[in-house]
């Protein structure tokens, strides 16, 4: 199946920082990505929408400014957490849809584990 | 908000098949029932899918109810290593529809 990646897998930061996350899809093109949420022993909780070209959609309560999204081509995505603070320590998770086959799957990425100090 | 309802936790013996229901009563005529599961610190991982026919794949069955209310997927085999948080998700088929997650069920496969 089609393969998205994320970089980097784990990131460990000081509070105040910037933390730049990579979503790549490996062997398709995406339009549209998705970036999700994961606190410990919870379910995933999408942040936004991020669409080639345009502007991100997010969900309501997700601070867009806090998080910025740019989809600068077909097959990346990248997400920034600004100004991060422990509260912001996740598993932050990507997603992509690969329309160019008729089953329409959408394929996860590995994840991404903030820690911030 | 998660349109599904699901129960959160579920035991099954190795080797046993391993059906997971999942309630979607309020699903819409044009949305899809989909299966994901994740296993700890992992990325979800696509099952399967189905609009209103039944449907299998080398991972999974899935039988949707005639009336499209609920659905049960089936590890007709489960082994250790399907233990996971399984999500049943309605969705459109289309590109920019995003996948909304409900709280799972965690399967627990013991030997």
């Known amino acids: 199946g089609a393969v998205v990646s994320q970089h980097p897998s784990r990131v460990i930061c000081k509070s105040g920082t910037s933390v730049k996350i990579e979503c790549r899809s490996l062997?398709?093109?995406?339009?549209?990505m998705f970036w999700y949420r994961q606190f410990p022993k919870q379910s995933l909780m999408l942040m936004a929408t991020?669409?080639?070209?345009?502007?991100?959609?997010?969900e309501q309560g997700v601070e867009k400014d806090k998080f910025l999204i740019n989809h600068a081509s077909l097959t990346l995505s990248t997400l920034t957490v600004t100004s991060a603070h422990p509260e912001d320590s996740s598993f932050y998770i990507c997603?992509?849809?690969?329309?160019?086959?008729?089953?329409?799957?959408?394929?996860f990425g590995p994840g991404t584990r903030l820690t911030v100090l | 908000d998660a349109k599904t309802t699901q129960p959160p936790s579920m035991d099954c013996a190795e080797g046993r098949a391993a059906n997971l229901p999942c309630n979607h009563s309020?699903?819409?005529?044009?949305?899809?029932v989909y299966w994901y599961r994740q296993i700890h610190s992992q990325g979800p991982q696509y099952i399967i899918h189905?609009?209103?026919n039944n449907e299998t794949n080398e991972m999974a069955s899935l039988i949707i109810t005639e009336d499209r209310k609920s659905s049960t997927l089936i590890l007709p085999h489960a082994t250790l290593r399907d233990t996971a948080v399984y999500y049943c998700?309605?969705?459109?088929?289309?590109?920019?529809?995003?996948?909304?997650f409900g709280t799972g069920t965690r399967l627990l496969v013991s030997p």
């Open positions: 998700i309605v969705s459109m088929n289309t590109g920019f529809q995003k996948l909304v």
């Open positions: 189905g609009l209103k």
């Open positions: 991020s669409n080639e070209g345009s502007k991100a959609t997010y």
């Open positions: 309020t699903i819409s005529g044009n949305e899809y």
């Open positions: 997603s992509a849809r690969d329309t160019s086959g008729s089953l329409n799957e959408q394929f």
């Open positions: 062997d398709f093109q995406a339009t549209t």
